[in-house]
């Protein structure tokens, strides 16, 4: 059975720096991201990590060069490191995996699991 678990949300200045991790369990999974939803907004994706021999990294634009997306494939863990956090960047964060592959892996709907989110609140 499928269960992502986030952890690592809290409540900082802005400036300062989160680190989110996601424990997985249940399969291997071939595509994993970071999404996060304020209130009355839509659903977004921040950054995801596709393993493809390699491995292919994707950021939004609001994110690049502040978050850093990581698997630790041995664990089974993602984490995203966040520094010089913005208010703007409060919302709740989701983890999303999925066993297959394909799609823009920044979009919501290619993912068939996801965890219960954990709040990032930053303040000015």
């Known amino acids: 059975q499928a269960q992502l678990m986030e952890s690592g949300g809290g409540s900082v200045e802005a400036g300062g720096s989160l680190r989110l991790s996601c424990a997985a369990s249940?399969?291997?999974?071939?595509?994993m991201g970071w999404f996060r939803q304020a209130p009355g907004k839509e659903r977004e994706g921040v950054a995801c990590i596709i393993y493809a021999g390699g491995r292919s990294l994707y950021y939004a634009d609001s994110v690049k060069g502040r978050f850093t997306i990581s698997r630790d494939y041995n664990k089974n863990a993602m984490y995203l490191q966040m520094n010089s956090l913005k208010p703007e960047d409060t919302a709740m964060y989701y983890c999303?995996?999925?066993?297959?592959?394909?799609?823009?892996?920044?979009?919501?709907?290619?993912?068939?699991?996801w965890g219960q989110g954990t709040q990032v609140t930053v303040s000015s």
């Open positions: 249940g399969y291997t999974y071939y595509t």
């Open positions: 999303a995996a999925d066993r297959g592959g394909g799609g823009y892996c920044l979009t919501p709907a290619i993912y068939n699991y």
